[in-house]
């Protein structure tokens, strides 16, 4: 079973994200839901810039739990959802296209060298 190495699960609502998720920054996180058992990824995303802003535009939608990570670059996030989206089965994933780099650079994904 692959691992998010991401934070603890939290309840997809902006309360919870103002209270997790502080500061602004690229970073990665995953959707899905969560059990006693284990946190069910549904959806891996990136933000560039506000992980914060993104993940408050998933909130009262149809996942109700989130994990995220900051990074220190926006490349350090492009390369670890890339990883994500491969591990958690991609096409398995609600969201059934590569990762898209962000627009202006020339990064090719760590895994199938997809320019997203």
């Avoid at 603890?8 to 609502?13: E, G, N, Q, V, W």
């Avoid at 109700?64 to 890339?82: P, Q, Y």
């Avoid at 989206?85 to 199938?112: I, M, Q, Y």
Wanted: with cysteine.
């Amino acid at each position: 079973m692959p691992r998010l190495s991401l934070s603890a699960a939290h309840d997809l609502t902006e309360k919870d994200i103002d209270g997790a998720v502080v500061g602004l920054g690229p970073g990665v996180y995953a959707l899905g839901s969560n059990t006693p058992a284990a946190f069910y990824v549904d959806y891996i995303g990136r933000s560039d810039s506000d992980l914060n802003g993104q993940l408050k535009q998933w909130a009262g939608g149809k996942y109700t739990h989130f994990k995220f990570g900051f990074f220190s670059s926006a490349e350090e996030a492009f390369m670890k959802e890339c990883n994500l989206f491969h591990d958690f089965g991609e096409t398995a994933l609600d969201n059934k296209v590569h990762p898209a780099r962000p627009s202006g650079s020339n990064w090719t994904c760590p895994r199938c060298g997809a320019l997203g």
